[in-house]
């Protein structure tokens, strides 16, 4: 857990949990979902003999920009889309549960730039497959984890090495026949910059004083005003203690002491 401060009106403030993870439906339902997705446009294709692999990218020509997003869905045969289906059925759910707020805006985005950058560097021929936005999902999880600093997200980063860190060479060309490099490479970039640009506030340092926020001044707090320029201990002088006289008249009062007199 996080701790985090509560707001309050008094001088002390209380410190409070903060759960950043959270097991909710989606994190199931999410890759279940897309996966079946990709599934049943095999079965499509499968079952009525039509391929629909002219959706796929097909770098820079016009006619290949469609294939920026249904790219992602389309699979040449039931070995890559079962590979792809279990990257996918464990990368997803790590990124709905760790990532909560940040998973819908990674995945949107995994699938467009990730296609994008395939229609930009790659080779002319029909690109297809999720091998892109598996490649962003693994660089995203991995670099994410390594700028938070956050104990079990660099736990994770390093479960995220374990796991596909062996998939880094088949960015590179010539490693392997038919597949698409250039989509491994412009995933693994998309999943980097995301990783750098996106924000994590579930994940900051808990603010606890006054002077660890960003907006402090310390030329306006009381108690640095105690502090010359070179960092001693010089308090300002109190002021003058000014009697206020709490009776004040016009009129002349007379007072006479009674008694005492023998």
């Not at 390594?146 to 104990?151: A, D, I, L, M, P």
């Not at 596909?164 to 970039?189: D, R, T």
């Amino acid at each position: 857990p996080v701790t985090g401060v509560q707001t309050c009106a008094l001088p002390i403030c209380f410190p409070v949990t903060i759960i950043p993870f959270q097991f909710t439906k989606a994190v199931i339902l999410l890759p279940l979902f897309f996966v079946l997705t990709l599934w049943l446009v095999f079965w499509y294709e499968w079952r009525f003999h039509h391929s629909l692999s002219h959706f796929g990218v097909y770098p820079r020509e016009v006619f290949g920009l469609k294939g920026i997003l249904f790219s992602q869905f389309l699979h040449g045969d039931i070995e890559h889309l079962a590979n792809n289906s279990i990257a996918l059925l464990v990368l997803l759910p790590i990124l709905r549960y760790f990532y909560k707020e940040q998973s819908f805006v990674v995945l949107f985005l995994g699938i467009l730039f990730s296609g994008l950058g395939t229609w930009l560097l790659g080779r002319p021929s029909y690109h297809i497959g999720a091998s892109g936005l598996i490649y962003a999902l693994v660089s995203f999880i991995f670099f994410k984890g390594v700028f938070t600093k956050y104990y079990r997200l660099v736990a994770l980063s390093f479960t995220i090495v374990i796991l596909y860190g062996g998939s880094v060479w088949y960015m590179f060309p010539n490693v392997k026949e038919g597949i698409s490099w250039e989509g491994h490479l412009a995933g693994f970039f998309v999943g980097l910059a995301l990783a750098l640009i996106s924000k994590t506030p579930q994940f900051s340092k808990p603010i606890f004083y006054e002077w660890e926020k960003p907006d402090f001044n310390p030329e306006l707090d009381p108690f640095m005003k105690n502090f010359d320029e070179k960092g001693n201990f010089n308090p300002p002088p109190k002021p003058e203690e000014v009697i206020k006289e709490y009776f004040n008249s016009s009129m002349k009062v007379v007072y006479e002491f009674l008694g005492g007199k023998k």
